[in-house]
């Protein structure tokens, strides 16, 4: 069968871009894939083009169905390296919800996570790295997509294909609605929402029966106490360490202020670690400044062969553990898409990514907006339904079913909504009225 496209280009080979062009292979004779960083013969790092890669990241059981549904075998792969496939716990509402095995997410650093998904990208016959390079502005013709001129930088010079379609997925800090507005388009509505996070980072060595031989734990930020932290466990028996802190609160980068923030915490399993695990670097900041949303959909005019995903469509707050999955779920709508044809792809795929987002969009900033100092905020909606979700938790902290609901809608399984279904609620109810007694 022909390809629907001859050339496309992805901007950007972190999981938003290996994922597009997973995806645009079935349907191009040729992808190209364009990367600032040297990535190809790379141990599974940090690197300059991820800087929040060296802090905490899980993927989610939402995305992990995907990259499974993608590249069969890769969980069975990514544990056989030393990733986590297990139960965890959330503290929130002052208690407890414990997620079992059958519930959790999978624990990879970001790098093991990305070089896996790298590796199986790269061995697709028409996708073609270029590392150590610049993608420019795509080239407009009649307003439409018609080129790409890729800069070396390494002072290799440049070079130009014809392109079909282009995907930014550069992330965060995507140029796209500046060229946009230059080019003489209204500028794309986006939303910010403030959160000043601040990060400190650590990895500890592991040993069997740690944190209640959990593979995971969270403990959530409350309006009171606006500070969180994950202790995910990772290959190389690792644990690694997050400590957050919002609105300019910085968990400290010394032994010492290390430990005293996470004391600091309404939990202690995290301290307990620390006090008695083997530290194994030093420890990293990482700043967060806020929630961003670009809304490409509803721009009243955009050019015809560009499409965006990923931390350049929307990006959230870490310490939710969502950007991955999300990214997962748009190249899953965008692959929907293509299958349904080229026709109108730049309009369905914008309105299929918005209804990936609005979701985690919903419970990030929702959330966010509420720690907020001199809260409550939001209307009166907002307000309410934040107040429902804290019956929701503390009501699973004694009932497991109750749980299990709420962790679907963090892991994004099912909608917020969920959570308003008429049997949870009598649940819920009847749950607090025996916590009354």
């Known amino acids: 069968m022909k390809p629907a496209f001859g050339t496309v280009a992805v901007a950007g080979a972190s999981m938003a871009g290996l ?4 995806v645009l292979a079935a349907h191009a004779r040729e992808v190209l894939l364009i990367e600032r960083d040297a ?12 800087p929040q890669g060296r802090h905490a990241h899980a993927l989610l059981a939402s995305g992990q169905r995907v990259l499974e549904g993608m590249f069969p075998g890769l969980t069975e792969e990514l544990a056989e390296a030393g990733a986590a496939v297990g139960g965890g716990a959330f503290f929130t509402a002052g ?3 414990e997620a079992d095995a059958r519930q959790g997410s999978l624990y990879s650093s970001r790098g093991l996570l990305e070089a896996e998904v790298r590796q199986r990208v790269l061995a697709l016959p028409n996708v073609t790295l270029h590392e150590n390079c610049q993608a420019e502005p795509p080239q407009l013709v009649r307003g439409r997509v018609e080129g790409m001129r890729i800069t070396r930088l390494d002072g290799g010079g440049t070079a130009e294909y ?30 910010r929402v403030e959160v000043g996070m601040r990060y400190a980072t650590r990895h500890f060595r592991r040993t069997p029966g ?24 990772q290959e190389g028996e690792r644990w690694i ?4 802190g919002y609105f300019g609160d910085q968990p400290p980068a010394d032994d010492a202020g290390f430990l005293a923030f996470a004391r600091s915490l309404p939990a202690s399993d995290a301290a307990v670690l620390i006090e008695g695990a083997e530290p194994l670097d030093a420890i990293h900041t990482y700043a967060f400044p806020a929630n961003v949303r670009v809304s490409y959909g509803r721009m009243a005019r955009r050019p015809a062969g560009l499409l965006v995903i990923g931390d350049a469509l929307a990006s959230f707050s870490p310490v939710y553990g969502q950007g991955m999955s999300v990214a997962a779920l748009e190249a899953q709508a965008l692959k929907c898409c293509l299958e349904a044809g080229i026709k109108g792809l730049e309009e369905r795929y914008f309105n299929a990514a918005a209804g990936v987002i609005e979701a985690p969009w919903t419970i990030t900033v929702g959330n966010d907006r ?5 809260g409550p905020h939001g209307s009166m909606p907002q307000r309410l339904r934040w107040r429902w979700v804290q019956h929701v938790l503390r009501a699973g902290h004694r009932d497991r079913h109750i749980a299990e609901a709420f962790l679907r809608v963090a892991r994004l399984l099912d909608p917020p909504t969920a959570l308003l279904r008429p049997a949870l609620v009598a649940r819920v109810i009847a749950v607090a009225g025996v916590m009354r007694t």
């Open 19 to 22: 994922l597009a062009a997973w």
């Open 39 to 50: 990535v190809r013969d790379q141990p599974p790092l940090p690197r300059k083009g991820v």
């Open 95 to 97: 208690g407890y919800l």
């Open 162 to 191: 014809c392109c079909e379609l282009v995907v930014d997925a550069s992330g965060r800090g995507s140029r796209m609605p500046a060229w946009l507005t230059a080019c003489g388009y209204a500028a794309p509505p986006i939303q």
């Open 210 to 233: 740690e944190l209640g031989g959990r593979s995971f734990l969270s403990v959530s930020p409350t309006p009171a106490l606006p500070r969180a932290c994950g202790v995910l466990a």
């Open 241 to 244: 360490v997050t400590l957050i």
């Open 370 to 374: 509420q720690l907020a100092p001199g």
